[in-house]
Every structure is written in C-alpha cells, then in structure tokens.
C-alpha cells in the first residue's frame, strides 16, 4: 500500500475529524488492534503539531497518534489523484490570504485581566485553483497554539447570514489589525447581516446553556462561572441589538457586574434573576425592533462574488 499524501500538514485537526491511520493500531500490550486503514474520530488534539492525537474507533478502542501517523479521511480518498501529480496548495500558503484579522473574546469585550488569551478571528480568501478543484478549499484556518481561526469567506457570509454570534462580533470587533479593501468593504456593509434572526441565534444558545449549568449544579455541585458571566454578556448583546440596531462588543457599564459574576461573588438566583429581566427585554424588543425579518442575502452574495473574481 502506497503512502497517501495528506496536505494542510501543519493545520491542527480539530475534534471530530474523520481520520485515518497510516500505521497499524496496537493495544497497551503490544498486540495488533486494528489493521492500517482503520477510520477513527479525534477526541482529543494537541497544542501544536508536534505532539500526539488521541483517535477513537469504531469499537471505542482509543489511541494516541503522531500527525504524520494520521490522514484526515476526505484527503486519504484523493490519495490517488495527488499521486499523479495533482497537488493542492500547501496549508502554509494560505495564511497570505487572510483578509480580515481582529481581536475577539475577552480582551475585545473588555472583560480581560492578566489571565487572559488574546483570540483571533477572521477571514481568509483561498486562490480560485483552490476553490475549484476536487479538493475544495478548507472552511477554517485554526491553529490552537495561537488561539486564532480564519474561516473561508463564504462559511463566513453564511454564518454571518445566520446570525451566528461568533461571527457577528468578528465583524463589529473594535480590534482590527487587519483590512484589505475587499474585507473593508464587508465592514462597510456589516449592518445588512442583522435582522430579527438574532433573537433565534442569541436567545436559543443562552436557554440551551442555562439548562446545562443547572444540570452541573444539580449533578456535580458546581457552577461555571465564567460561562455564566459571558452567557449574560451574550443575551445583554442580543438585547441591544434587537433595541438599537448594532452590535454591542465592549460590555461598557456592565463590566464590574459581570467581572463579579466570573469571581463567584454574586449567586446563581441573582444571575437567574438577572437572566429572566433580560430575556423579558428581548422577548419585548423583538415585537418592536427595527431590524428587519431577514439579512440583505443580496448584498450578500454580491460582495462574495466580487471577493472570488478577485482571486481569478
């Protein structure tokens, strides 16, 4: 069996990736487990591409791989294809094509301390080779090393389109280290992705949490501060969208309540208090807001069709 040729080699896989294993898979004692081929799932992935995979299969047998030892399993059925010359554009070549960077998470609501990471988020647009051939181009750029993540532009507009909150405030970050004119021009036109879509987005994600840190409460007798202070940040945010038509990333005023809620030092029952008061505003806002029941798909599309001729 000939080797397959993986690309994107330096790109760290991400939990969930279908992969294969190029070696044979053996047990803790020695014996073979699985034959060379065998398909498995990442668990768990490493800071950096020098150290080990942990790959579940089908059985639920788990074991620990190096990169080289690993084809992602999408790659591994074009292995012929590269064989014969057909190589597609090395993952190191892409990070030129990031358009857009900005500062998001803690530091860009402001709710930073010495503690805190420093995430990047953005957008990167792949040559047209890329785009168009059999292989596709990869819908993120991640790199867990250096907290930063590039989505492929059109995963990002679809998203945006879908009021994803990550997304949203990607394009509202008051922190933007990089903007070509093409990425300016997608700021410029950042309001048309808003519309009443952020209610389902915000509210959803925010009741679907709440129901689980009560759980952990319940089971396991501990609460998870930290994601209670920034599910508040987030229904605050999608308030204040629905109320006045933009979005808010720095948490201004309610810094000090929140920064409290992520020590510890206010209750469940004030924060589920404050979380009802919050959610009776949203629910109110949405009957009144401005923002219209769908995003601007044709602005949209548009500015994605010039963002690919561009890279023709």
């Not at 190589?87 to 860009?108: F, M, N, Q």
């Not at 990002?156 to 879908?162: D, E, P, Q, R, S």
């Not at 769908?294 to 500015?303: F, L, Q």
């Amino acid at each position: 069996m000939s080797e397959p040729i993986t690309h994107f080699p330096h790109v760290i896989l991400s939990l969930g990736t279908h992969v294969v294993a190029l070696i044979e898979v053996r047990g803790t004692d020695g014996k073979p487990v699985h034959p060379r081929g065998a398909v498995g799932e990442i668990v768990q992935s490493p800071g950096d591409y020098w150290h080990s995979y942990r790959v579940r299969f089908l059985d639920g047998f788990e074991a620990s791989f190096r990169r080289q030892d690993l084809a992602v399993l999408e790659h591994y059925k074009y292995g012929s294809m590269m064989r014969a010359g057909v190589d597609p554009l090395p993952e190191s070549d892409l990070y030129p094509h990031v358009i857009y960077r900005c500062v998001v998470g803690s530091r860009a609501y402001g709710l930073d301390d010495e503690a805190s990471d420093t995430d990047r988020r953005g957008i990167y647009l792949p040559p047209a080779e890329l785009h168009w051939s059999l292989y596709g181009a990869p819908e993120q750029l991640e790199n867990d090393a250096t907290q930063e993540v590039y989505w492929e532009a059109q995963k990002f507009v679809v998203m945006a389109l879908k009021a994803n909150p990550n997304i949203l405030e990607c394009l509202n970050s008051p922190l933007v280290e990089t903007a070509t004119v093409l990425a300016q021009e997608l700021l410029a036109m950042r309001d048309g992705f808003l519309s009443k879509m952020v209610y389902q987005t915000y509210n959803g994600y925010v009741m679907s949490q709440f129901k689980k840190l009560q759980a952990d409460l319940r089971n396991k007798g501990q609460v998870k501060w930290k994601l209670v202070m920034h599910l508040l940040r987030l229904l605050l945010a999608g308030v204040t969208i629905l109320e006045e038509s933009y979005v808010p990333v720095r948490v201004g005023e309610h810094r000090e309540r929140l920064m409290a809620i992520r020590r510890g030092e206010a209750s469940l029952d004030e924060c589920e208090t404050w979380r009802r008061q919050l959610h009776e505003r949203f629910d109110r806002a949405v009957e009144r807001t401005a923002l219209p029941d769908r995003p601007d798909y044709a602005a949209a599309n548009a500015w994605l069709l010039r963002a690919r001729r561009s890279m023709v």
